[in-house]
C-alpha cells in the first residue's frame, strides 16, 4: 500500500538583515505588538497537517526562544548557516530520520508576516499531486527597467511571463535535499528553494499568490506588513 506523504515546515530565520539595517533583526522586528517571527510561524501552526517547524536560527540568538510560538510541541530549532540555503539545509538535517524523502516540506521565510490561510492552503492543494512540487508566485504588475551603474534606465525588460517568488515553497524532502546538494557542490548561492530545484532540472508549479504575502527586506516594508495585518484585523 502507498504511504501517505505528510507535512513538515521549515523557516530559516538566521539572517542578519543587513539590507534592513534595523536595530533588531528584521525577524524580531514588532508588527503590532508581536515579532514579525510570531507572525510568520503562527501563520503555518494554524495549518493542523503541519507536523512540526523547524525554524533556523542564527547561533548565539537569544531571542527566538522568548517567542509564545517557541512553547509550541510542534516547533523546534536548529542553527542555520551563513547563507539562506544553508540554513535551510541544515533545517531538513534536523528531519533526518523523521522526514521520509516522498514527504513535502513548506519552506516558508521568518520575514514574511502576512501569509494567508487560503494561500497556503491553495498551495498544498494545487501541489499535493504533482511530482516535483511548487510555490506561491505573483505575476509581476510593474514595468521592469534594467538599470545602468549611473542609476540610469539602460533598457525595459519584458515582464510577460516573469512572477515574483514568494513562500512558501513546497518540494519532496528527499528531492529539495538533493538540490540543495547540488547548490552546494557546485557554490551556487540561491535565494529560493525553486533556483535549487531547477538546477534539477525540473519545473516547479507556480501556484498563483497573493500579492500582499511581502517580504520585510527594507524598512518601509514594515510599514505595510503592519497595514496589511491591520486590514485583515479590521475585517
Ligand atoms: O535576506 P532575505 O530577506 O532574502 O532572507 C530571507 C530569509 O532567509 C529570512 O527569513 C532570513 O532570516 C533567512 N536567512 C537565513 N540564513 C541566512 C540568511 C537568510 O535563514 N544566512
Known amino acids: 500500500m502507498k504511504r501517505r506523504a505528510r507535512r513538515w515546515a521549515v523557516v530559516p530565520a538566521a539572517g542578519r538583515g543587513e539590507r534592513y539595517g534595523g536595530r533588531v533583526p528584521k525577524q524580531y522586528e514588532r508588527l503590532l505588538g508581536r515579532p514579525v517571527l510570531s507572525w510568520a510561524l503562527a501563520s503555518l501552526l494554524a495549518e493542523p497537517t503541519i507536523r512540526a517547524v523547524v525554524v533556523a536560527l542564527a547561533p548565539h540568538d537569544r531571542r527566538f526562544a522568548r517567542l509564545d510560538e517557541a512553547a509550541d510541541p510542534r516547533v523546534e530549532a536548529c542553527t542555520g548557516g551563513d547563507r539562506r540555503d544553508v540554513s535551510v539545509a541544515r533545517a531538513l538535517d534536523a528531519l533526518a530520520g523523521r522526514a521520509r524523502d516522498e514527504d513535502w516540506v513548506l519552506v516558508h521565510d521568518a520575514a514574511r508576516p502576512c501569509l494567508a490561510a487560503s494561500d497556503l492552503r491553495a498551495l498544498c492543494a494545487a501541489v499535493s499531486g504533482d511530482p516535483v512540487g511548487g510555490l506561491l508566485a505573483s505575476p509581476v504588475g510593474d514595468t521592469l527597467k534594467q538599470g545602468d551603474a549611473d542609476g540610469r534606465s539602460a533598457r525595459t525588460v519584458t515582464r510577460d511571463g516573469l512572477w515574483r517568488a514568494l513562500t512558501p515553497q513546497m518540494f519532496r524532502y528527499g528531492l529539495l535535499k538533493r538540490a540543495l546538494a547540488l547548490c552546494a557542490e557546485r557554490g551556487r548561492a540561491v535565494t529560493d528553494e525553486a533556483s535549487a530545484v531547477e538546477m534539477l532540472g ?13 517580504k520585510i527586506t527594507v524598512a518601509a516594508d514594515r510599514e505595510l506588513a503592519a497595514a496589511i495585518l491591520a486590514a485583515r484585523r479590521g475585517k
Open 202 to 214: 525540473v519545473r516547479p508549479m507556480l501556484v498563483p499568490g497573493r500579492g500582499d504575502n511581502v
